[in-house]
């Protein structure tokens, strides 16, 4: 009997090995995925890049790559990241067994993008020698429809007036058809757009984007939104509507200060208009920073004074002058403010 049980412990401590290198392949075993040596996945994609050649704007580019796991342990993989959210990869098994695969479908959406486009898409796995399988999709997309400009400008405008841009909206791709355009949108109740049709008489339309006087003090920015029957696009609108009250410099710049010193700086207030404006108050979002107004020529021009205190700790600060005056149409006045205290670091 003492035989026979000495035996039956033999035989299980001589099997114990085999078992646990069975267990090292199975994903479901915790550990599994661990590769012990001998025994480590290999992720291999024959072929990690796919040139789509050309595509219009606005179509969906798909490729299916596939990765195969060539080494003799089970390959997890753990996640799937796109160089844009344009782009996506979803693959069809997380767990490969040795010798199988797993297709990585891919696909990339080409609107709003023009010209040639590289998208790089990573897989991360259990492979210790390719934990990042990178695979690329590139190729040359095609504008169907353009505006031209591309963007609207206004620079600066003086507060009360209005002013007019025109664009054009073209068609890239006359052989697809009628081309339509419309409708328009954008958010600014400030910007209007008309639509007419085209002077040269060619498909498409001539857009007429005009700055309203209602618009306020201060810099604008606004997105036209316009749909076409092909692809829709999108136009910047954006400017600086100015006020009898001008600041120069726009902001105050300390630059990199050594510690434990007051560093001073000046800015000019200016009034431009035909009444005289009083500075009631200046006020600074940070202790570390103090400003005072002193009259110029009172009522026309005042001079401030900024100082970054001496006991300001080390590191980057930022933040904003708040200058209370007595024009209804600029009560308030913001002035930023930048430093870098002590030694710099990135």
Do not use: W
Request: charged content about 20%.
């Amino acid at each position: 009997m003492k035989r026979a049980l000495l035996a039956l412990m033999i035989g299980l401590i001589t099997s114990a090995p085999a078992f646990a290198q069975d267990s090292s392949m199975n994903p479901l075993i915790p550990g599994g995925n661990s590769a012990p040596p001998g025994h480590a996945p290999k992720a291999v994609s024959s072929d990690a890049l796919y040139d789509f050649g050309s595509a219009l704007e606005g179509t969906m580019v798909k490729h299916t790559f596939t990765i195969k796991n060539t080494g003799q342990g089970y390959l997890d993989i753990q996640g799937v990241k796109t160089s844009c959210g344009c782009t996506t990869g979803d693959p069809s098994k997380m767990h490969v067994a040795p010798g199988d695969t797993s297709d990585i479908a891919v696909a990339f959406d080409t609107h709003f993008q023009k010209g040639h486009q590289v998208r790089t898409i990573t897989v991360a796995t259990n492979d210790p020698d390719n934990p990042r399988l990178a695979l690329t999709v590139q190729g040359i997309v095609k504008k169907q429809v353009e505006a031209v400009p591309g963007e609207i400008a206004f620079g600066d405008v003086k507060r009360g007036t209005e002013g007019t841009k025109e664009l054009l909206v073209n068609d890239l791709n006359p052989g697809r058809g009628t081309f339509s355009v419309g409708p328009l949108s954008n958010s600014n109740s400030s910007i209007k757009v008309d639509q007419e049709k085209r002077p040269d008489g060619k498909p498409g339309a001539l857009l007429k984007v005009s700055l309203l006087k209602t618009m306020p003090v201060g810099p604008f920015d606004d997105t036209i939104k316009i749909m076409t029957n092909r692809v829709p696009l999108q136009v910047d609108v954006f400017g600086t509507v100015t006020g009898d009250l001008n600041i120069d410099p726009a902001q105050v710049s300390f630059g990199i200060v050594p510690r434990g010193q007051d560093i001073v700086r000046f800015f000019k207030l200016s009034n431009q208009g035909p009444h005289p404006v009083k500075v009631l108050d200046v006020a600074s979002s940070s202790p570390a920073v103090a400003a005072t107004a002193e009259p110029v020529t009172p009522g026309k021009e005042y001079k401030v004074t900024v100082t970054l205190r001496h006991g300001t700790p080390d590191g980057q600060l930022r933040g904003n002058l708040t200058i209370k005056t007595d024009d209804p149409d600029q009560a308030t006045l913001n002035v930023p403010f930048y430093a870098i205290v002590g030694q710099f670091k990135t």
